[in-house]
């Protein structure tokens, strides 16, 4: 920039700034000090004169309109220098949760863990993303016995109760199987199934606790926090309610996964689904197989997972499917189909106490899958039965 444009520059501001005669004297004395030429370093002329012309427009606004530049200038600055307020942390609560993104995918690039000693004290684990928070569920269990997916195969981790987090449409990349961080409250994570995009962890507990969620961003970072209060934990996870004893030897409830079955051949072909309530306080769900000819009958491998919501993902077209209710059941048989053998509906609405609707959400490469909506979170059991084979599902009611 010529010292001749600069000249010339400089006296058009001057000749502008005496045309408004409105100004303060003061302020009217900073502009001309701001515009006079003074010794300085020739580094940087272009930051000099936009000062100048910042100082000549709020000037300007100044004359035009004192009152209210005035009046909103000391705000301004007031709300510059303050700080804004902290938000209030969530509490701690005793049920389970449900959320993220539906249909988004993501990739779980991290997860880490830490003690944090501040009132009330808590352990934190995140679990970092990317590209957003996907869909998931956290489902709290009274044991650390979780089912693996898609192996039905049980595993227990370190501590005596559990959390168990289910994320749709992810995968994950860099992160450890299992880690041991063995703090006040979460003694261990392990990766229990990364299958058809499902991706699912267990957590196990020194005792049950309440827990808090956050979805954070920037980096997108689900945060779970498990509280070391030992009086914050006044609701521990749902527990069995009683039921009427029958003349049957029926399996205790549990408020946890189940799996069972096993492969011994060729897969076996779904006939029937039945659903119906039973006085003695459950809701009941059968579903019934018949062998392919010369094959011995046995009942498939399957696996029966909790979830805290009524959100599925279809196999094997990863569409995002919601259930009628707040809770759900997914139920996986690793052996089966009934592309050819099953004529019932395929989306049953029954409407009983808990069970509010049951769907059918894959059946690809001999994995046959159902969903189940619930209307509350529910404690549940299995029956493997014989002549004809059959899997129950038996879910409890208030």
Not at 355 to 371: M, P, R
Request: hydrophobic residues 35%.
């Amino acid at each position: 920039m010529s010292d001749k444009f600069e000249k010339n520059l400089r006296d058009h501001l001057h000749h502008e700034a005496e045309e408004i005669r409105e100004f303060p004297r003061q302020l009217r004395g900073r502009i001309r000090e701001g515009i006079t030429p003074r010794a300085r370093p020739r580094m940087a002329p272009q930051l000099a004169l936009a000062g100048a012309l910042v100082l000549v427009a709020f000037a300007v606004l100044v004359a035009r309109n004192p009152q209210v530049i005035i009046k909103d200038v000391p705000s301004a600055i007031k709300q510059i220098l303050q700080p804004s307020p902290t938000p209030t942390p969530q509490p701690f609560t005793c049920a389970e949760r449900s959320g993220g993104t539906s249909g988004l995918a993501a990739q779980l690039t991290a997860i880490r863990t830490a003690h944090h000693a501040e009132t009330p004290g808590f352990d934190r684990i995140v679990f970092d993303f990317s590209d957003g928070i996907p869909s998931y569920d956290l489902t709290r269990q009274v044991t650390s016995t979780f089912v693996k997916d898609a192996s039905g195969q049980p595993v227990t981790l370190d501590g005596s109760a559990g959390i168990k987090l289910v994320f749709r449409n992810a995968s994950v990349q860099g992160v450890a199987d299992d880690q041991k961080p063995r703090l006040t409250a979460v003694r261990e994570i392990a990766q229990l199934g990364n299958f058809e995009g499902v991706l699912s962890y267990g957590v196990g507990l020194s005792s049950s606790q309440c827990v808090r969620v956050l979805e954070l961003t920037g980096p997108s970072r689900l945060v779970v926090d498990v509280t070391t209060s030992a009086s914050a934990s006044t609701s521990p996870a749902p527990t069995p309610l009683p039921t009427t004893p029958s003349a049957t030897d029926l399996t205790p409830f549990a408020c946890q996964d189940l799996a069972g079955g096993s492969s011994n051949g060729p897969a076996m072909r779904l006939t029937q689904v039945r659903v119906a309530h039973q006085a003695a306080g459950y809701d009941r769900i059968v579903f019934e197989f018949a062998a392919p000819a010369g094959v011995t009958p046995y009942l498939p491998t399957y696996t029966v997972s909790r979830q805290a919501s009524a959100k599925f993902v279809k196999d094997p077209s990863g569409q995002d499917v919601t259930l009628r209710g707040s809770s759900g059941l997914r139920i996986a048989l690793h052996g089966a189909s009934g592309a050819d053998s099953y004529t019932g509906s395929r989306d049953i609405t029954p409407g009983l106490p808990v069970l509010q609707e049951l769907e059918q959400l894959g059946d690809f490469e001999a994995v046959l899958s159902w969903g189940a909506g619930l209307g509350r979170p529910s404690c549940i059991r299995t029956l493997e039965l014989s002549n004809p084979t059959r899997l129950v599902v038996d879910i409890q009611t208030p």
